[in-house]
């Protein structure tokens, strides 16, 4: 027998012309979602001994400006939103600031792809839900950002229509992307993002400022074969040239530059990665007093993001493997008889 037929006779055995050995699908999907609520800032005036929410009328000057910023994108295609901006106190919501982007038909959220229902009705504008694989009805594929923004750290606000704004800010980011296994390459992604500054000068000296805020988080890294799943959450709270320390039972403790907080979980390999922390309520103080006049800039950053690859079929490594198998079942034989 040839070497030639030797080698096919040996692929042959081992499987390396065999049929596929199953049709299940596989999947990547990754969910990251950040909620601050509650946000507010209090201030201790020097020679009180009260703690009191900031109001309108305690700053000299005082304003506020948002930028929001996303993108979906699905394969070969994007949907983006960038540098949308709020600079009264109306808030940022996508459906207001966009309207012509491609929206998902259930609310009003960024989404590529199937949008009409990737999660069987679940994904509805500004809901955030912490979604896993068993959320998702297959078949679909789909790269989706959603956000939103509304009221204030301080009392005595209105919007651009004279209402009063509520003395809460409560902001939100989403982001979810989930493929399929195709025969070819590519993936989806997903990027969140929102820069809040507030620069001010207070009317009065305070000893410190305080912000107050409760903080949710939650990252999920689903892959059924090779391939990469990833999520991630920030926040970052600054005030320039100030330091933080952390109120507790028994006084406040520690000096932090920035109020910063990180979540991930990624997955290159078949399996899940899921981190939920909180709803946890946290309260920092400023180390440094505040002099009347002074200007100041605090800014706030939260972000969520993810990105899936798209991955082989089953079928196709389950062939790869068997032929790399044979390829070296029949080297060991020419081996051994060279």
Known sequence: MTKLKKLSAALLATGFFAMPLSNAEAAAMASAVIKFTDFRIFGQLTGS????????????????????????????????????????????????????????????????????????????????????????????????????????PITGLTNSSGGAVVSNADVANGAWAYVETGSGGGGANSDNGLNSTFKFATNKNYDFLEVEFTVESFVYAFLDEIGLASASTLYSVIIEDKTWCFVAVGGCFGSFNDLTSSSLRSRLTPGTGTLTTGPTTLRFRTNESFLAGEENNLTARLEASVEVNRIPEPNSLGLLSIGLLGLGAAARRRFRKA
């Open 49 to 152: 001994t009260s703690i009191l929410q900031l109001d309108k009328s305690d700053f000299g000057s005082l304003s506020f400006a948002s930028t929001a910023d996303a993108d979906a994108t699905l394969f070969n295609t994007t949907e983006s939103i960038d540098n949308a901006t709020d600079s009264g106190s109306n808030g940022i919501d996508f459906p207001t600031i966009a309207p012509g982007a491609t929206f998902n038909p259930l609310g009003n959220d960024l989404c590529v792809g199937d949008c009409s229902g990737p999660v069987g009705g679940v994904a509805n504008d500004n809901v955030f839900p912490k979604l896993t694989i068993a959320d998702v009805a297959p078949p679909t594929n789909f790269a989706w950002a959603d956000q939103l923004e509304q009221g204030s």
